[in-house]
């Protein structure tokens, strides 16, 4: 007996950019499912689904209700084949229109222009398709390159280059300010740190004193060691493991800097040697939130 084939779900889209474009007879939302719709009937096992509309929306973006609810049925597994009557109906935009091959990719979908011979069903169509999928991977990768040539020159400008503004400084315009009464806080977790030689006095002085943190928490001890090792407070920026003259102003001196440093060195060198646990690092306290060595 004949295995019978399994049925495709089909989904429409049609879009027209303005009102005006809507109400012309050949260009409409409704003469492009007619021809959608004709091209369905012409293949075996293919079913609509379902019409997506989006008349008097524009194609640069994807901001289009009925668009948004056609991936969302695709990522349900709902949709089949995806059927448009020119690709520019979908969207005008090259980086949209590999991001959304790519969701089609993922999802298993075939995308099907009517008028374009462009038909991920076919093995030409896969072929072009992969072809766009390498070069939309190839854009991605050169944005993430001038993104990275962008940060180095800013940092060798001695620019921030963004993130969460360290305990101690303010952003104003892009740029690190000292936020004074932080600023002290600081200088006095260094100054403790230095004298005492240990973390947990840091803690405990801090919290002894009622000192929070932005948050209107206590300092937990794995943000006070990021605090001891952040060169930022030396008036540098660090990017790309390489450290770099920034234009803030310092809190605290290099040569204070450095002190802290060797005071932590001392004390991983008597750990290496002496502390070796078999679970270290595994427990968290809950009263800092520090992993126990």
Sequence with gaps: MEKKMQVKNCAI???????????KKFSSCESQEEKIRVFIKSQNNWKVFKVYSDPGFSGANLNRPALQELLEDIKQGKVNIVLVYKIDRLTRSPKDFY???????????????????????TPAGRLLRNIMLTFAQFERELASERTKDKMLARAKKGLWNGGLVPYGYKRENKRLTVNPKEAEVIRLIYEIYITSGSLSKVYEELKAR?????????????????????????GKVKYSGKVYQGIHEPIISQELFNLAQEVHKKKVRKLRVYKNFLFGG?????ECGSKMT
Excluded at 13 to 23: I, L
Excluded at 214 to 228: A, D, M, P, Q, V
């Design 13 to 23: 889209y049609t879009r027209v950019s303005t009102d005006t474009q809507a109400e």
């Design 99 to 121: 991001q959304l091959i790519e969701l089609f990719e993922k999802y298993n979908v075939s995308f099907i222009s009517i008028t374009e011979r462009f038909d991920t069903s």
């Design 210 to 234: 009622d000192i929070k943190n932005r948050h209107n928490k206590y300092f937990t001890k794995s943000h006070l060691e990021h605090i001891l090792r952040n060169i930022v407070y030396t």
């Design 282 to 286: 595994l427990i968290i306290c809950k």
